[in-house]
């Protein structure tokens, strides 16, 4: 007979731990936002929103937050931070219309001892005043074991004798931070097996961090240890190397030991996103799961292996968390690599013209770490307008420019098998290699046409890093004629795009000697 899987609860502690990420504080509405979104879009079972007693305003978001919750359904999910202060954490929690604390109290002798300078029954008597009073004005009460991992480690005696003290007392949840991160997950399943063994009744959370990077292996130890929620942060926020990051606590649990829980995925990512822009920390662009680039095949070879067969997806696809996978073009680019982002833009190349493309592709790797979809119609337009003439090719070109100063220029070019130098000094770094240029072509009788028109623009979206498309109008004795180039520097796609006027203009001349003066 087959066995159902268990449940885990998920507790988020982004607006509360989360906070203590160096340099984060997130405004009121701010934090009524992603409380919102916690809850209402990615389902979590619980978040931990503040600390008592820290500011009015905080207060003031603590308040409009039980009041939504309240009201949309979700009582008794909104939790806040106390201390052991009898009537002081509990009045604050329930002047915002809050109804759980989560009080904080000394989970290792060494912290009673040394921070509080008292005994274990000194502490057991204020802890159990503050949790009468609590009960008294009808909150929920859970307990965070403070330093547990550390003070288990070092005295258990004394972590049972508190557990004995409290085992009665009409707690909901007992929590059992890693509060510096030290454990491993031997560590993490022989402490809390201890701990779920001798106090059988009662519900236990793990409250890891990440300070050794095994959060979420930790994570994992817990929940086979027998913990029944798990707390952990959007984008590893927190403390010194933050918690455990949510998405991949989540997808860890369900895909890896076939836990329930709560949690739609589908909405990690848009709440990564929001959390990312409030906090002003960056997520890294192989964050997994959330990363910018971790749905993205860059080699060549594995985009093969999935268009003829999906050799390289995995049960953690993009479409489970509403992203989409894409396939990057640089260097290491194949023929599948482009087919992938031609049929995303819909458009058919023929074979031929996917070869050239693609060699233009691998070329510019070389100056760019990556060419996204959005550049490639520019780089086809390029490739398949370009004619293969080489009477002039541009081997090597220095450009600078200052706020105040002259540009200048420093070239050097192949022009019909004789290579030239030249130098070009002038308004702005175009104007200076304009200069260049024509000392170096003045020899062949050769001079530029006039420029008439002159257009910059980088793809619908795009970023900084983008490749600019330049197109430049000449008027060629009354005729006008356009080329274009590209490139990520909008001064050098403005050059390239000279080179293949000049190269045009050379095809349609009968050869001429050169001026030896």
Known sequence: MSTAPRFIQLMDTTLRDGEQTQGVSFTPTEKVTIAKKLLQALRVDRIEVASARVSEGEKEAVTHINQWANQAGFAGRVEVLGFVDHTRSVDW??????SVINLLIKGSEKHC???LGKTLAEHVRDVLQTVGYALEQGLQVNVYLEDWSNGYHDNPDYVF????????AGIHHFMLPDTL??????EVFAGVGDMCRRYPELAFDFHPHNDYGLATANVMAAVRAGVTAIHCTVNCLGER?????????AVVLRDKMGMELSLDESHIVRVSSLVENYSGKRVAANAPIVGADVFTQTAGIHADGDQKGGLYKTRLGPERFSRTRSYALG???GKASLKKNLELLELDLSEEDQKKVLARIVSLGDSKQSITTDDLPFIIA?????????HIKLLDCSITSGLHLESTTSLRVMVRGNKHSGTGTGNGGFDAFIDGIGKILKPYHYTLPVLSDYEVRIPKGGHTDAFTECVITWDCDGELRKTRAVHPNQVFAAVLATIKIINVQLHE???LPVDAS
Not at 181 to 186: A, I, M, T, Y
């Open 161 to 168: 004798g508190l557990m004995d003290s409290l085992r009665h």
């Open 113 to 115: 001892r040394v921070q």
């Open 509 to 511: 001349q009968s050869p």
């Open 382 to 390: 390029d490739v398949l307008e370009s004619k293969n003439y080489e």
């Open 331 to 333: 260097k290491m680019s």
């Open 181 to 186: 991160g030290v454990l491993s997950p031997e």
């Open 241 to 249: 190397a933050g918690n455990a990051a949510l998405a991949e606590v």
């Open 93 to 98: 929690i329930r002047e915002t219309g809050g």
